[in-house]
């Protein structure tokens, strides 16, 4: 058997993630490998955690990217805060909200569950209704941007109930940071973590996360030692954070990840965090018009819904499967299914970072609108003019 190189297809990303990356980024990470402790890497180093503070809205000296997924950076909140028998209320209005609730679990604590219905925010008169009853609960979980179904919940507010209530705080933005807004010291935030692959647009597997004083209180306070010998943020500081002088060999660092990473932070900084705000809810707005235009209906509610993961309802006898393969096959464009109750019933289509452009806006609804049409679920003709006469009618606005 002879085995050769892999050449990936070239597709245009629009599902929950990855996204579509820079070739700036990707040409980032072909650059010479050195040493994790070489003083030109540590002076990286130094500039990624200025831009991370930067992406963050922070001033948290602690403020790093974790070398995993995102998943690891739940894992490194939950690991260092979480001690057996702390009461933790943890919010579920998807996938990921379960996530964080078994996370406590396995890290011995109990959860106190908040439960909104898929699609819809955090409920924060819910969530102070579980605080009050539980005054002696010391931490509150909950999701920003529920990926599994594009809501969007309050942070400033459930952060400001936590304060309130005298728990610490820990905030899922995989999918929010450098979408959608997000001021971590404003709206205090205590622990946030997130991941490179969504509106960051860099390659997967690192999790940027911040931690402030009135968490690291609590990580110092700890009665018992951090269970992850990977995650304990006391030793992967000693590698991040110089102390007299000097830094500790932890793990060897994914160097051209983090070069990667270094570069998409760049472009962020260089657009400007407002601007890459304003530009998701831009595109949104067009491929909204468009699928609104089509007949096709959004799970979530204006007022809630996040521009960069849009969950889109599969029309009446519709096989939403068939629809996905027909784009990847036909247009090589991939956008996502729906998870847990919302299999089969609904379409995830991403518009995060470099992939939330006009480009692809007007790709994926004309892509979508013909395979549709070919099954007489929809009528031709009706998604890309709304689409350009919303774009039309912004930049008219912008020009007034
Ligand atoms: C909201 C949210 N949290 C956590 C994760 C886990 O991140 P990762 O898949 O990078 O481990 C994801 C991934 O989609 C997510 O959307």
Known sequence: MAYSS????????????????????LAAMSRPIIG??????VGMMEEMKKLLQYAFQTRNALTLPVSAPGSAGMETCFANLVEPGDKVVVCINGVFGGRMKENVERFGGIPVVVEDAWGQPVSTDKVEAALQANPDASLLAFVHAETSTGACSDV????ELARRHDCVSIVDAVTSLGGIPLYVDEWGVDAIYSGSQKCLSCTPGLAPISVGERAIERIRRRR????SWFLDLNLVMG???ESEGRRAYHHTAPINALYALHEALVI?????????????????????????AMGLRFLVDAAHRLPQLNAVLVPEGVDEAAVRAALLQRYSLEIGAGLGPYAGRIWRIGLMGHAANEQNVLLCLGALEAVLAEMDAVTPGLALPAARAEYAGRVRSQAA
Not at 224 to 227: D, I, K, R, S, Y
Not at 278 to 283: K, Q, S
């Open 224 to 227: 018992t030692q951090v269970p």
């Open 268 to 292: 962020l900084h260089e657009e400007g965090l407002e601007a890459s705000w304003a530009r998701h809810r831009r595109h949104h707005e067009a491929l909204r018009a468009g699928i609104e």
């Open 156 to 159: 400033q507010a459930l952060c």
């Open 239 to 241: 590698y991040w954070m």
């Open 36 to 41: 994790h402790l070489d003083p030109a890497f």
């Open 6 to 25: 892999f050449h990936p297809p070239v597709r245009t990303l629009m599902g929950p993630g990855p996204s579509d990356i820079n070739p700036r980024v």
